[in-house]
C-alpha cells in the first residue's frame, strides 16, 4: 500500500529544474534564428452536442476529434508587444515569418473565428521544434487561462498585475512560474487544481461555432470569463453553472474568482536565483540521506552529520521529531530501490518555501509506483499550519511536500510537513460478505499517532456520518491506532467482544448514491498538549462501473495445511495501488488481525498462507475471516468478506470415524434384518454327530447340527450348536443357534437322536450369536442372543441381540478403529410395520493408529448412541467425563456437532 510504502519518508535523488518549456510543442534542440518560419495548425472539438466536452478530463482521454480550423485570423504577439498575422494555408495550418525572437521570453498565438478563441503560449524557445507545427487546441488555450489564474494568484508577492496573455508574457521573468510543473498538471487528467478554469476553456471551445470571421465580435471564452452572458446560449449556461456554480444572468462573476484558493490552487514557484544554489543544496542533503536510509542502508558519522545540519530543531514529520529520525536512521528499511523523478516549489514567502516531489519509486521486487505529492500529498498554507487536505481519500505520499526555510544565519534547513500524528487511513471500500451473498458499501477508518505528540481525541464527521469519536485500546501490539470499534456477542458466546470495524458496521446498501466526487471527510485531532490538527479528505471520481466482487469470482479454501485465496484482477490499471489480504479473529477483541499482506502486482490473482509460520497461526478448529481487498491510490477499494474455519485434524479426524461408524452400523442394521429366526415344533430325538439337519424341524436347509462345536474359537465349551446357513450377501458371516431345555445348568443344550432325526427333549429358550462381516466396510461385529423364548410365529416376533466388534478404516496413512464395546440391536417383525431394526444403547472407544483417541489428554468414548438401516441417528461424545459433542441426524443428514469451551454448540458439522 503506497501510503505505508515508505518506513519514514519517501524521497530520492532529484534535480532540481525550474526553467520553462515549450508548451504544447515538440521539443529537440533547435535554436531560434533572428528570422523564423513559425508554423501552427488550429484544431478544435467537433460540434453536436455528443461530443461538446463537459471538463478537460474528457478531451485528455481523446474523447476529440481532430478537426481542424480554417479561414480564422490567427497572429503571433512577441513578448515586447509585436504583432505578426499568420497566413491560412487552407489546411487548417497558419504560417509567419517571425523575426526577434532572439533573446525573447516566448511568444503567444491566437486564432478567432466567430465565437471560437484558441490560444497558446510558448516560453522556451531555444527548445522549441519550429520545422514542424506548433500545434494549438483546447488544451493550449485551457493552459494559457490557467496561466492568467496562476499569475494572479501570485499577485499580491510578485507585484505584477496581469489581465491578458500579452501582460503574462510580457512577465513571464518576472512572475516566476515553473511552467513544466503548470503545464504537467493541466495536462494530467487526474489533477483537480485547475479544474475551474480548464472547465472554462473546455466548455467555450465545445460549445463555439467556430463560423464567421474575428470581426464577428468577441469570443465565447472572453464573454464567460468578463461575466458577458448576454449572448451565451441556455446549454451553456445551464452547463457552466453545473460544473462551476456560477449564477447565470448576472455578471457579477469573475471567473478568476471560482479558479483558486491559496491552499487547494498552489502554483509552482521558481526561487530566486540568489537562493536557489542554498536551497538546492540543502534539499538535495536531505533527500540523499533519506533515500539511503529507506532502501535499508545506514548512514555515515559524515552523512548523518550532513542530514542533521539541514533539519531544524523543531522538525516534525508524520509525528516524528528530528531525535527520533536521527536514532532511527541505521534501522528503517523498506521496499525502495531508487527513485527517480524532480522537485518543485512552492512560495510561501521571501523566506519559506514548500518542497514537492514527483517521479517514480522502483520497488526491490522489481515493481514501480509514481509518485506525485503536488496531487497526491496534502496541501496546507502556513509555515505551522493546523488543517491539511487531500484532493482523494488516501494520502499515498503523506510525507511531502516538506517545509524549507531561511535561518537567522541565511542558511536553508527543512522543517518537515509539520504533520503530529503518523498516518489517517479513510478507504471507502466496495463490499461483498460472502457468506451473507450481499454486497455494501463502508469506510474503513484509523488514525495512528505518536509517542512523540500524544493523542487525547480523535473525532471524524462527513456526509452521512454524524460526528464519531474514534479510540484506541492500549493493550493492542499496535495501541497508537485509533479506530471505529464495536462491541457484540460473536457467534454463541454470551461474552461481549470489542473489535475494531468499518462504519457503519452493517454498511450502506449497495448500489448507492451516497458516496459523491468531492464529499469531504474530517479528522479533528486533539493532542495533550490542547493543540489540534485537522485532516480533510475528500472522496475522488468514482470508475465508472465500480461495484463490489462479484461471489462468483472470489475464492477462499483451506487445503494441503494451507490457506488458498483467488480474485479477480484489478481493471484501473492506472489508479491501482495493491491488493491487500488480511486474517483477522474477531472473537478474541481488538483488532483481531492474525496475518496481512500487500502485493503490488496488478497481475497476482491468488496467494496462499501457511497455517502456521513463524509469525503468526491459524488455529485448527478456530473460526476466522478474510479480507481481500483491491485497492486504488485514491482511496477506493473493492473487497470481499468470507469467514472460513480451519480444519482440525482432531475435528478432522472425529468426522472421519463418524462416516466410518455411520456406515459400519448401517451394515450391521441392514445385515440383522435378514436374521430369520427359527419357527420350531417337532419330537424329541438326539445326535453324536455333524448331520444335516431336517427341514421338519423348522430350521433352514442346509442347516448343521454338532454335538460339540469346536469350531466357533470364542466359546468352544458351547455343545449342540446349529449351524444357520452363511448370508454374504447381506453381510452374515456366521449364524448359530443352541435350543435350551430349561432343566441345565445352562451349558448343555438340547441333544438329537441319530436314528430318529428327533430332539430327544422339546426346547424351551434358544441362544443365538450373529457373526456380521463386511471386510470393504471395515465392519466386524457379534449379535448375540441369550436364553431367548422360542419363536411360534413367522410374522409376530421380536429379537433383542447384545453387540460388541469393531469397525475400522483408513484415513490417509491414519489407521482409526472403533471398538464397540456393547450395543442392544432390536430386530422386530409385526404385521403393522413389516420388519424393522432398530439400535442403541451404543458403547464405544475410539483407537488411532492403535492408540486411544484422545481430546485434551483425556480418551474418548461414544455413549448412549442409537442407529438403524440408514445408519448412526444419534450418540454423544465424551473425553473422559466431559461431554465434548454429539452426533445427531435430521432431514439434512448426519451432522457432528462439538461444544466449545464454554459448552455451547459450534457449527455443525455436515458428515453426510
Same mark, same amino acid.
Given at each position: 500500500?503506497?501510503?505505508?510504502?515508505?518506513?519514514?519518508?519517501?524521497?530520492?535523488?532529484?534535480?532540481?529544474?525550474?526553467?520553462?518549456?515549450?508548451?504544447?510543442?515538440?521539443?529537440?534542440?533547435?535554436?531560434?534564428?533572428?528570422?523564423?518560419?513559425?508554423?501552427?495548425?488550429?484544431?478544435?472539438?467537433?460540434?453536436?452536442?455528443?461530443? !461538446?466536452?463537459?471538463?478537460?478530463?474528457?478531451?485528455?482521454?481523446?474523447?476529440?476529434?481532430?478537426?481542424?480550423?480554417?479561414?480564422?485570423?490567427?497572429?503571433?504577439?512577441?513578448?515586447?508587444?509585436?504583432?505578426?498575422?499568420?497566413?491560412?494555408?487552407?489546411?487548417?495550418?497558419?504560417?509567419?515569418?517571425?523575426?526577434?525572437?532572439?533573446?525573447?521570453?516566448?511568444?503567444?498565438?491566437?486564432?478567432?473565428?466567430?465565437?471560437?478563441?484558441?490560444?497558446?503560449?510558448?516560453?522556451?524557445?531555444?527548445? *522549441?521544434?519550429?520545422?514542424?507545427?506548433?500545434?494549438?487546441?483546447?488544451?493550449?488555450?485551457?493552459?494559457?487561462?490557467?496561466?492568467?489564474?496562476?499569475?494572479?494568484?501570485?499577485?499580491?508577492?510578485?507585484?505584477?498585475?496581469?489581465?491578458?496573455?500579452?501582460?503574462?508574457?510580457? +512577465?513571464?521573468?518576472?512572475?516566476?512560474?515553473?511552467?513544466?510543473?503548470?503545464?504537467?498538471?493541466?495536462?494530467?487528467?487526474?489533477?483537480?487544481?485547475?479544474?475551474?478554469?480548464?472547465?472554462?476553456?473546455?466548455?467555450?471551445?465545445?460549445?463555439?461555432?467556430?463560423?464567421?470571421?474575428?470581426?464577428?465580435?468577441?469570443?465565447?471564452?472572453?464573454?464567460?470569463?468578463?461575466? +458577458?452572458?448576454?449572448?451565451?446560449?441556455?446549454?451553456?449556461?445551464?452547463?457552466? @453553472?453545473?460544473?462551476?456554480?456560477?449564477?447565470?444572468?448576472? /455578471?457579477?462573476?469573475?471567473?478568476?474568482?471560482?479558479?483558486?484558493?491559496?491552499?487547494?490552487?498552489?502554483?509552482?514557484?521558481?526561487?530566486?536565483?540568489?537562493?536557489?544554489?542554498?536551497?538546492?543544496? @540543502?534539499?538535495?542533503?536531505?533527500?540523499?540521506?533519506?533515500?539511503?536510509?529507506?532502501?535499508?542502508?545506514?548512514?555515515?558519522?559524515?552523512?548523518?552529520?550532513?542530514?542533521?545540519?539541514?533539519?531544524?530543531?523543531?522538525?516534525?514529520?508524520?509525528?516524528?521529531?528530528?531525535? /527520533?529520525?536521527?536514532?532511527?536512521?541505521?534501522?528503517?528499511?523498506?521496499?525502495?530501490?531508487?527513485?527517480?523523478?524532480?522537485?518543485?516549489?512552492?512560495?510561501?514567502?521571501?523566506?519559506?518555501?514548500?518542497?514537492?516531489?514527483?517521479?517514480?519509486?522502483?520497488?526491490?521486487?522489481?515493481?514501480?509506483? @509514481?509518485?506525485?505529492?503536488?496531487?497526491?500529498?496534502?496541501?496546507?498554507?502556513?509555515?505551522?499550519?493546523?488543517?491539511?487536505?487531500?484532493?482523494?481519500?488516501?494520502?499515498? !505520499? =503523506?510525507?511531502?511536500?516538506?517545509?524549507?526555510?531561511?535561518?537567522?544565519?541565511?542558511?536553508?534547513?527543512?522543517?518537515?510537513?509539520? !504533520?503530529?500524528?503518523?498516518?489517517?487511513?479513510?478507504?471507502?471500500?466496495?463490499?461483498?460478505?460472502?457468506?451473507?451473498?450481499?454486497?455494501?458499501?463502508?469506510?474503513?477508518?484509523? %488514525?495512528?499517532?505518536?509517542?512523540?505528540?500524544?493523542?487525547?481525541?480523535?473525532?471524524?464527521?462527513?456526509?452521512?456520518?454524524?460526528?464519531?469519536?474514534?479510540?484506541?485500546?492500549?493493550?493492542?501490539?499496535?495501541?497508537?491506532?485509533?479506530?471505529?470499534?464495536?462491541?457484540?456477542?460473536?457467534?454463541? =458466546?454470551?461474552?461481549?467482544?470489542?473489535?475494531?470495524?468499518?462504519?457503519?458496521?452493517?454498511?450502506?446498501?449497495?448500489?448507492?448514491?451516497?458516496?459523491?466526487?468531492?464529499?469531504?471527510?474530517?479528522? /479533528?485531532?486533539?493532542?495533550?498538549?490542547?493543540?489540534?490538527?485537522?485532516?480533510?479528505?475528500?472522496?475522488?471520481?468514482?470508475?465508472?462501473?465500480?461495484?463490489?466482487?462479484?461471489?462468483?469470482?472470489?475464492?477462499?479454501?483451506?487445503?494441503?495445511?494451507?490457506?488458498?485465496?483467488?480474485?479477480?484482477?484489478? *481493471?484501473?490499471?492506472?489508479?491501482?495501488?495493491?491488493?491487500?489480504?488480511?486474517?483477522?479473529?474477531?472473537?478474541?477483541?481488538?483488532?483481531?488481525?492474525?496475518?496481512?499482506?500487500?502485493?503490488?502486482?496488478?497481475?497476482?490473482?491468488?496467494?496462499?498462507?501457511?497455517?502456521?509460520?513463524?509469525?503468526?497461526?491459524?488455529?485448527?478448529?478456530?473460526?476466522?475471516?478474510?479480507?481481500?481487498?483491491?485497492?486504488?491510490?485514491?482511496?477506493?477499494?473493492?473487497?470481499?468478506?468470507?469467514?472460513?474455519?480451519?480444519?482440525?485434524?482432531?475435528?478432522?479426524?472425529?468426522?472421519?470415524?463418524?462416516?466410518?461408524?455411520?456406515?459400519?452400523?448401517?451394515?450391521?442394521?441392514?445385515?440383522?434384518?435378514?436374521?430369520?429366526?427359527?419357527?420350531?415344533?417337532?419330537?424329541?430325538?438326539?445326535?453324536?454327530?455333524?448331520?444335516?439337519?431336517?427341514?421338519?424341524?423348522?430350521?433352514?436347509?442346509?442347516?448343521?447340527?454338532?454335538?460339540?462345536?469346536?469350531?466357533?474359537?470364542?466359546?468352544?465349551?458351547?455343545?449342540?450348536?446349529?449351524?444357520?446357513?452363511?448370508?454374504?450377501?447381506?453381510?452374515?458371516?456366521?449364524?448359530?443357534?443352541?435350543?435350551?431345555?430349561?432343566?441345565?445348568?445352562?451349558?448343555?443344550?438340547?441333544?438329537?437322536?441319530?436314528?430318529?432325526?428327533?430332539? +430327544?427333549?422339546?426346547?424351551?429358550?434358544?441362544?443365538?450369536?450373529?457373526?456380521?462381516?463386511?471386510?470393504?466396510?471395515?465392519?466386524?461385529?457379534? %449379535?448375540?442372543?441369550?436364553?431367548?423364548?422360542?419363536?411360534?410365529?413367522?410374522?409376530?416376533?421380536?429379537?433383542?441381540?447384545?453387540?460388541?466388534? *469393531?469397525?475400522?478404516?483408513?484415513?490417509?496413512?491414519?489407521?482409526?478403529?472403533?471398538?464397540?464395546?456393547? =450395543?442392544?440391536?432390536?430386530?422386530?417383525?409385526?404385521?403393522?410395520?413389516?420388519?424393522?431394526?432398530?439400535?442403541?444403547?451404543?458403547?464405544?472407544?475410539?483407537?488411532?493408529?492403535?492408540?486411544?483417541?484422545?481430546?485434551?489428554?483425556?480418551?474418548?468414548? !461414544?455413549?448412549?448412541?442409537?442407529?438403524?438401516?440408514?445408519?448412526?441417528?444419534? @450418540?454423544?461424545?465424551?473425553?473422559?467425563?466431559?461431554?465434548?459433542?454429539?452426533?445427531?441426524?435430521?432431514?439434512?443428514?448426519?451432522?457432528?456437532?462439538?461444544?466449545?469451551?464454554?459448552?455451547? +454448540?459450534?457449527?455443525?458439522?455436515?458428515?453426510?
Amino acid at each position: 500500500m503506497l501510503k505505508k510504502f515508505f518506513v519514514m519518508f519517501l524521497i530520492g535523488v532529484l534535480a532540481f529544474t525550474a526553467t520553462g518549456c515549450s508548451l504544447f510543442g515538440d521539443d529537440d534542440d533547435d535554436v531560434a534564428a533572428s528570422t523564423t518560419v513559425v508554423k501552427t495548425v488550429i484544431k478544435k472539438p467537433a460540434t453536436g452536442s455528443s461530443n !461538446i466536452l463537459g471538463n478537460l478530463k474528457a478531451g485528455i482521454k481523446a474523447q476529440t476529434t481532430t478537426d481542424v480550423v480554417t479561414g480564422a485570423v490567427v497572429t503571433l504577439t512577441l513578448a515586447n508587444g509585436s504583432v505578426f498575422t499568420m497566413t491560412d494555408n487552407g489546411n487548417g495550418e497558419y504560417t509567419a515569418t517571425v523575426s526577434g525572437l532572439d533573446g525573447a521570453p516566448g511568444f503567444i498565438i491566437e486564432a478567432r473565428k466567430g465565437d471560437l478563441l484558441v490560444q497558446n503560449m510558448v516560453t522556451d524557445l531555444a527548445n *522549441t521544434n519550429f520545422s514542424a507545427p506548433i500545434e494549438s487546441n483546447h488544451l493550449t488555450t485551457a493552459f494559457a487561462q490557467v496561466a492568467i489564474s496562476a499569475a494572479k494568484v501570485l499577485e499580491t508577492q510578485t507585484g505584477v498585475k496581469v489581465a491578458t496573455l500579452e501582460d503574462l508574457i510580457k +512577465n513571464v521573468t518576472s512572475i516566476s512560474i515553473d511552467y513544466s510543473e503548470l503545464k504537467r498538471q493541466v495536462t494530467d487528467e487526474t489533477n483537480v487544481l485547475y479544474e475551474s478554469s480548464r472547465t472554462i476553456a473546455t466548455i467555450a471551445l465545445g460549445s463555439s461555432t467556430g463560423e464567421g470571421t474575428s470581426e464577428a465580435g468577441s469570443s465565447l471564452l472572453e464573454k464567460i470569463i468578463s461575466g +458577458n452572458f448576454t449572448d451565451v446560449t441556455d446549454a451553456v449556461k445551464t452547463e457552466l @453553472a453545473t460544473g462551476l456554480n456560477i449564477t447565470v444572468g448576472q /455578471v457579477t462573476t469573475a471567473w478568476t474568482d471560482t479558479v483558486t484558493t491559496p491552499m487547494e490552487d498552489q502554483i509552482p514557484i521558481a526561487a530566486p536565483v540568489t537562493d536557489k544554489e542554498a536551497i538546492d543544496k @540543502a534539499v538535495t542533503t536531505y533527500l540523499n540521506a533519506f533515500l539511503k536510509m529507506v532502501g535499508g542502508s545506514g548512514l555515515t558519522t559524515e552523512e548523518k552529520a550532513g542530514l542533521s545540519a539541514v533539519m531544524t530543531e523543531d522538525f516534525v514529520m508524520n509525528g516524528k521529531t528530528k531525535t /527520533v529520525i536521527l536514532n532511527s536512521i541505521t534501522t528503517d528499511a523498506d521496499d525502495l530501490d531508487r527513485f527517480e523523478g524532480g522537485h518543485s516549489l512552492l512560495k510561501v514567502d521571501d523566506n519559506t518555501y514548500m518542497v514537492h516531489i514527483a517521479g517514480t519509486a522502483y520497488l526491490k521486487t522489481g515493481g514501480s509506483i @509514481a509518485v506525485d505529492s503536488t496531487t497526491e500529498g496534502y496541501a496546507y498554507d502556513a509555515k505551522s499550519p493546523a488543517e491539511f487536505k487531500l484532493r482523494t481519500l488516501e494520502a499515498n !505520499i =503523506s510525507e511531502f511536500p516538506v517545509i524549507i526555510a531561511r535561518q537567522s544565519d541565511g542558511s536553508w534547513k527543512v522543517s518537515g510537513n509539520r !504533520i503530529k500524528i503518523d498516518e489517517v487511513d479513510i478507504e471507502l471500500q466496495y463490499t461483498t460478505n460472502l457468506d451473507l451473498s450481499r454486497k455494501h458499501t463502508q469506510f474503513w477508518l484509523q %488514525l495512528e499517532d505518536t509517542t512523540s505528540f500524544p493523542v487525547t481525541s480523535v473525532k471524524v464527521s462527513g456526509p452521512n456520518m454524524p460526528e464519531i469519536d474514534l479510540t484506541k485500546d492500549a493493550t493492542l501490539a499496535d495501541s497508537n491506532a485509533w479506530h471505529y470499534w464495536r462491541t457484540e456477542t460473536m457467534g454463541v =458466546s454470551t461474552a461481549p467482544v470489542k473489535h475494531t470495524a468499518a462504519y457503519p458496521y452493517e454498511g450502506w446498501t449497495y448500489p448507492s448514491t451516497l458516496h459523491q466526487q468531492g464529499q469531504e471527510y474530517k479528522f /479533528v485531532v486533539t493532542f495533550s498538549d490542547g493543540s489540534t490538527q485537522t485532516f480533510i479528505h475528500t472522496v475522488p471520481q468514482i470508475p465508472s462501473g465500480y461495484a463490489p466482487y462479484d461471489a462468483t469470482n472470489v475464492t477462499v479454501n483451506v487445503a494441503n495445511n494451507k490457506l488458498q485465496i483467488g480474485w479477480p484482477a484489478n *481493471t484501473n490499471t492506472s489508479l491501482f495501488d495493491s491488493y491487500y489480504i488480511n486474517v483477522w479473529n474477531h472473537s478474541d477483541g481488538g483488532d483481531g488481525r492474525v496475518l496481512e499482506q500487500d502485493i503490488t502486482n496488478i497481475n497476482t490473482t491468488s496467494a496462499e498462507f501457511a497455517l502456521i509460520s513463524t509469525s503468526y497461526e491459524l488455529i485448527p478448529g478456530k473460526n476466522y475471516s478474510i479480507n481481500i481487498h483491491s485497492e486504488l491510490k485514491n482511496g477506493l477499494s473493492q473487497h470481499a468478506y468470507k469467514s472460513f474455519t480451519v480444519p482440525d485434524p482432531t475435528e478432522a479426524t472425529a468426522v472421519a470415524m463418524s462416516k466410518v461408524l455411520d456406515n459400519g452400523l448401517k451394515g450391521v442394521a441392514m445385515s440383522a434384518q435378514s436374521v430369520n429366526p427359527p419357527v420350531y415344533s417337532g419330537p424329541v430325538g438326539s445326535l453324536r454327530a455333524a448331520v444335516s439337519v431336517a427341514t421338519s424341524l423348522g430350521l433352514p436347509s442346509n442347516t448343521m447340527f454338532y454335538d460339540t462345536y469346536t469350531a466357533y474359537a470364542p466359546e468352544p465349551s458351547m455343545t449342540n450348536i446349529f449351524e444357520l446357513p452363511k448370508n454374504l450377501a447381506m453381510g452374515i458371516a456366521l449364524h448359530l443357534l443352541q435350543f435350551r431345555d430349561g432343566t441345565d445348568a445352562g451349558i448343555n443344550g438340547i441333544s438329537y437322536n441319530t436314528s430318529t432325526g428327533l430332539l +430327544n427333549a422339546l426346547p424351551k429358550t434358544m441362544n443365538m450369536l450373529v457373526v456380521v462381516q463386511q471386510l470393504t466396510a471395515g465392519l466386524n461385529m457379534e %449379535l448375540y442372543l441369550d436364553e431367548h423364548p422360542l419363536i411360534n410365529s413367522s410374522t409376530e416376533y421380536h429379537l433383542a441381540f447384545g453387540g460388541n466388534g *469393531t469397525v475400522t478404516a483408513q484415513l490417509g496413512s491414519e489407521e482409526i478403529e472403533i471398538r464397540i464395546s456393547d =450395543s442392544m440391536v432390536d430386530v422386530s417383525k409385526n404385521t403393522a410395520e413389516g420388519l424393522t431394526v432398530s439400535g442403541h444403547g451404543l458403547e464405544a472407544s475410539l483407537y488411532q493408529n492403535g492408540q486411544p483417541f484422545k481430546v485434551a489428554g483425556q480418551n474418548v468414548t !461414544i455413549r448412549n448412541g442409537m442407529f438403524d438401516t440408514e445408519g448412526l441417528i444419534t @450418540a454423544y461424545l465424551f473425553a473422559g467425563e466431559q461431554n465434548i459433542g454429539m452426533l445427531s441426524r435430521d432431514e439434512t443428514g448426519l451432522k457432528l456437532i462439538l461444544l466449545d469451551e464454554n459448552g455451547h +454448540n459450534k457449527a455443525p458439522i455436515y458428515i453426510q
